[in-house]
């Protein structure tokens, strides 16, 4: 799978293939687009939670883009603009803002609280493991949507997608030192409620994804006939993500966000589908 967070000299480039989709050709525009919607996706839906959300708002911003392209200069890389342009299209989702988190720590924890423990009404031992598996992945994926926007994006590059220092800075728009700043903070604050809630890191905590899955499925929050990110996903975000384990492992964080690096990378079900239709939609447009 193409990253495009890492230099690879086989590749064609994204800069030759803009410049051949601004000629107008359609190829281009297609590889350019494939190439990227997948990364974009899996972005978005640790921004937003939602798996829908986060597919209608993928098809909106490779739409913006196609549109935008045009108008691109290169005056930073195309992969800057286009991440950029994926988290503008995020925080006015919904009428978010950067520097507010949608959900408490506080509130978040009362919930997780409320939940009732239960065991799964299910006699299928796969399938009671694919639920709670669901249940783990979507309960750390809502843990951060405690983070405030800017927080939020830089661990999932910083932490999750393991990008360097230079690029999180650059798609953000800061220093490296800010970015820095502003991850640690989001790793203190996401860390600090893992160390008192969750007993996947403290094993003297009494919340477990097995016992919190009925209730999960009883309040609406999962669903047990419609599983999007325990079922057949088989690669893993540490797979595809920058190898930076060698410097992750000097550090006491390393158990904590390897809980988040194992969440499944998520494929673009039907893609050549989807691309063809955000071009559909952008030439029905013009």
Same mark, same amino acid.
């Given at each position: 799978?193409?990253?495009?967070?890492?230099?690879?000299?086989?590749?064609?480039?994204?800069?030759?293939?803009?410049? +051949?989709?601004?000629?107008?050709?359609?190829?281009?525009?297609?590889?350019?687009?494939?190439?990227?919607?997948?990364?974009?996706?899996?972005?978005?839906?640790?921004?937003?939670?939602?798996?829908?959300? &986060?597919?209608?708002?993928?098809?909106?911003?490779?739409?913006?883009?196609?549109?935008?392209?045009?108008?691109?200069?290169?005056?930073?890389?195309?992969? !800057?603009?286009?991440?950029?342009?994926?988290?503008?299209?995020?925080?006015?989702?919904?009428?978010? +803002?950067?520097?507010?988190?949608?959900?408490?720590?506080?509130?978040?924890?009362?919930?997780?609280?409320?939940?009732?423990?239960?065991?799964?009404?299910?006699?299928?031992?796969?399938?009671?493991?694919?639920?709670?598996?669901?249940?783990?992945?979507?309960?750390?994926?809502?843990?951060?949507?405690?983070?405030?926007?800017?927080?939020?994006?830089?661990?999932?590059?910083?932490?999750?997608?393991?990008? &360097?220092?230079?690029?999180?800075?650059?798609?953000?728009?800061?220093?490296?030192?800010?970015?820095?700043?502003?991850?640690?903070?989001?790793?203190?604050?996401?860390?600090?409620?893992?160390?008192?809630?969750?007993?996947?890191?403290?094993?003297?905590?009494?919340?477990?994804?097995?016992?919190? !899955?009925?209730?999960?499925?009883?309040?609406?929050?999962?669903?047990?006939?419609?599983?999007?990110?325990?079922?057949?996903?088989?690669?893993?975000? +540490?797979?595809? &993500?920058?190898?930076?384990?060698?410097?992750?492992?000097?550090? &006491?964080?390393?158990?904590?966000?390897?809980?988040?690096?194992?969440?499944?990378?998520?494929?673009?079900?039907?893609?050549?589908?989807?691309?063809?239709?955000?071009?559909?939609?952008?030439?029905?447009?013009?």
């Amino acid at each position: 799978m193409y990253n495009p967070f890492v230099q690879d000299d086989t590749q064609v480039s994204d800069d030759e293939l803009v410049a +051949r989709a601004q000629e107008g050709d359609r190829e281009a525009l297609e590889r350019l687009v494939i190439r990227h919607q997948p990364w974009v996706l899996n972005l978005v839906v640790r921004m937003v939670w939602s798996y829908d959300d &986060a597919q209608d708002l993928t098809q909106d911003i490779l739409v913006r883009m196609i549109k935008g392209l045009s108008g691109f200069r290169g005056e930073s890389r195309f992969r !800057t603009w286009l991440y950029r342009l994926a988290l503008n299209q995020v925080f006015t989702f919904k009428n978010q +803002r950067i520097d507010e988190p949608l959900y408490t720590w506080d509130f978040f924890g009362q919930d997780l609280d409320q939940t009732p423990d239960g065991n799964l009404r299910t006699t299928d031992d796969a399938e009671k493991q694919l639920l709670i598996e669901e249940a783990k992945i979507i309960c750390t994926m809502a843990m951060l949507l405690c983070l405030d926007g800017r927080q939020r994006a830089a661990y999932i590059l910083g932490e999750i997608f393991a990008v &360097a220092d230079s690029v999180g800075a650059e798609v953000l728009d800061v220093t490296p030192a800010n970015f820095r700043q502003i991850l640690s903070r989001a790793r203190r604050d996401l860390y600090r409620f893992l160390d008192g809630k969750c007993g996947l890191i403290n094993q003297s905590n009494p919340c477990r994804c097995a016992r919190k !899955t009925q209730g999960f499925i009883d309040a609406g929050v999962m669903k047990a006939d419609r599983v999007h990110f325990a079922e057949g996903h088989r690669l893993r975000v +540490r797979q595809v &993500a920058q190898s930076r384990l060698h410097e992750l492992e000097k550090t &006491a964080d390393r158990l904590h966000g390897e809980l988040f690096r194992d969440h499944p990378f998520l494929d673009v079900p039907a893609q050549s589908k989807l691309v063809r239709r955000a071009l559909d939609e952008v030439n029905r447009s013009i």
